[in-house]
Structures are given as structure tokens and as C-alpha cells.
């Protein structure tokens, strides 16, 4: 049994991050219906801007953490309004396409500047606690903790505020909005700006217990791809609820099965689902 509650507290660990990084994305496509494949990047970019701050700046952990929110989140908007928004009449492949070349160019300047070395980030939350027969590593706790307390106050941040409404009601009916007279460029760039700091507010969290390189991104873009498809595109309970599954089955799965193969389980599992309800967990559209 402690075995188990161990695998069970590091796949909440793993599906809080996964969740936190795939509800960024899918507010983008909610809104804009654009799939950002940049999204791993900008986490990527996050988690470097964190070390640099750390490490190279001797800043302490939690001005990392805002110095990466703050220059990812900029850093979105500035693709959004240079990138995705002069495409917005083009056909839909375009949008794909710049989106992998934003990808393309950022982790090449990331290399440029700090080349491919793995490098590990420090945390000052270095204590190993003991709960009964579980360790419980404090950075873990702190992941769990500051990931759902972000999905809180994302969730407040849409129902309680005039922004947030604007933009639940694009993402309802693109129409209407314009006819209500909401400003569309004004909501797309605090949905990029939202996005982006999620995803760097997540990289800055994860990298204690991760490695930061330049294609740290790769494999958990698929993921968020995966986990906003299982949970219906659009859908930010769907996002939450689809990462808490796959971090769940990957913890477990690797542990029981084989840690070889915990990321095919991810896509095996996205077949199973969609097998049985084609259009995901929940319903299309942001709530």
C-alpha cells in the first residue's frame, strides 16, 4: 500500500504539471482554435529564464519563478501579435506551420546562447518528509500545491472578472462577441499572455526534479496535445481532469508495468478513450 500511495503521490505530481501546462494550450484553441505546437518552447524558455535568473543572477527561487512568467508571457503575446495574428485569414495550415518554426528558432537561440548541456536547476525546498511509510520530497508538495492553486485562481480569474468573461464569451461564440463590441485583439493577447505564464510558472516548478535543455518541451507538448484532445478540445476541466489521468497512468503504469514504456501509455490511452467517446471528456468550449 505504500508503494502504491507513492506512485499515487508522483502521479499527482506529474498530471498537476501536465494539467498546468495543457490548460495554457487550451485556452489558446478555445479562443482561437489555433493548436500552438510553440507551447513546448515557451515552457522551455521558462525554465531557462528561471535558471538564468537563479544561477547566473543569484536571485532567489520565487523571483525566478516571476522573472519567467513575466518574460514568457511577453514573449507569447509578441508571437501572437507578430506571428498568429497577421495569419488569421490564412488558411489553417499556416498557423501550424509558423507555430513549428516559432518552436524551431527558439530552442535554436537557446542553444546558441546556452548550448545542449542537461543542467539541473537548485530549489531551496530541499527537505525529504516523512508521512507513515511515503517520502514526500517538499518540492513535490510545492508542485501539487502551487499548480492547483494556479488552476484556482485561473478558474476565479474567468468567472469573477470582466476580462476573464470576454473571454469565456469568445470562446462560446466568436460573433457574438464582435457584436457585443469585445475587443478580439485585446482578449487574444491576454489569452497568449496567460498561456505563457502558466507554462513558464509550471517549467519553473517542474525543473527542480527535471532537467532543463532545449528540447525539454518535445515530449510534453505531445503530451498536452494528448491530454486537451482527451479531455475535448477546448475544455479547461477536460485539460485538468485529462492531465491528472495520464500523470496517474504514467506513475502507475511505469511502476507496475515497465518505466520503459510510460510514455507510449499516454497515446494507448488516448486510443482507448476516444475509442469509446470520439469527442473527449467533456464537452467543446471553455467553462
Known amino acids: 500500500m505504500d508503494l502504491f500511495l507513492q506512485q499515487v503521490l508522483n502521479g499527482l505530481t506529474l498530471g498537476s504539471i501536465y494539467g498546468l501546462v495543457a ?4 485556452l489558446v484553441y478555445g479562443i482561437l482554435h489555433v493548436p500552438n505546437f510553440a507551447h513546448g518552447a515557451l515552457y522551455m524558455v521558462g525554465a531557462y529564464v ?11 527561487y520565487w523571483l525566478a519563478m516571476i522573472a519567467a512568467g513575466a518574460v514568457v508571457a511577453i514573449l507569447s503575446v509578441l508571437c501572437e501579435r507578430l506571428v ?33 548541456d542537461f543542467r539541473r536547476m537548485p530549489t531551496p525546498y530541499t527537505e525529504i518528509l516523512h508521512f507513515g511509510g511515503l517520502t514526500i520530497p517538499a518540492q513535490r508538495l510545492l508542485i501539487i500545491a502551487g499548480a492547483f492553486g494556479l488552476m484556482g485562481a485561473l478558474h476565479l480569474y474567468l468567472k469573477k472578472t470582466m476580462t476573464g468573461a470576454t473571454i469565456i464569451a469568445m470562446a462560446q ?23 505563457g505564464m502558466l507554462a513558464a510558472v509550471g517549467a ?12 525539454m518541451g518535445h515530449l510534453l507538448i505531445m503530451k498536452a496535445f494528448v491530454i486537451i484532445i482527451l479531455g475535448g478540445m477546448g475544455s479547461i476541466p477536460g485539460a485538468i481532469v485529462g492531465g491528472l489521468i495520464i500523470g496517474f497512468a504514467e506513475a502507475l503504469g511505469g511502476f507496475y508495468i515497465s ?5 507510449v501509455i499516454a497515446f494507448a490511452l488516448l486510443v482507448v478513450i476516444l475509442s469509446v467517446k470520439p469527442t473527449g471528456l467533456f464537452t467543446k468550449g471553455v467553462r
Not at 23 to 26: A, R, S, W
Open 84 to 116: 498568429f495574428h497577421p495569419l488569421r485569414h490564412a488558411p489553417p495550415i499556416h498557423d501550424k506551420i509558423a507555430a513549428i518554426g516559432i518552436l524551431l528558432f527558439l530552442e535554436a537561440v537557446v542553444q546558441m546562447y546556452w548550448g545542449a
Open 259 to 263: 518505466n520503459e514504456y510510460k510514455d
Open 204 to 215: 519553473t516548478l517542474f525543473a527542480p526534479i527535471n532537467l532543463v535543455y532545449p528540447a
Open 50 to 60: 528561471a535558471y538564468f535568473t537563479m544561477v547566473d543572477m543569484g536571485l532567489n
Open 23 to 26: 490548460l495554457g494550450l487550451t
Open 173 to 195: 461564440n466568436r460573433e457574438g462577441a464582435f457584436l457585443v463590441g469585445i475587443d478580439a485583439n485585446r482578449v487574444a493577447m491576454m489569452t497568449f499572455a496567460i498561456a
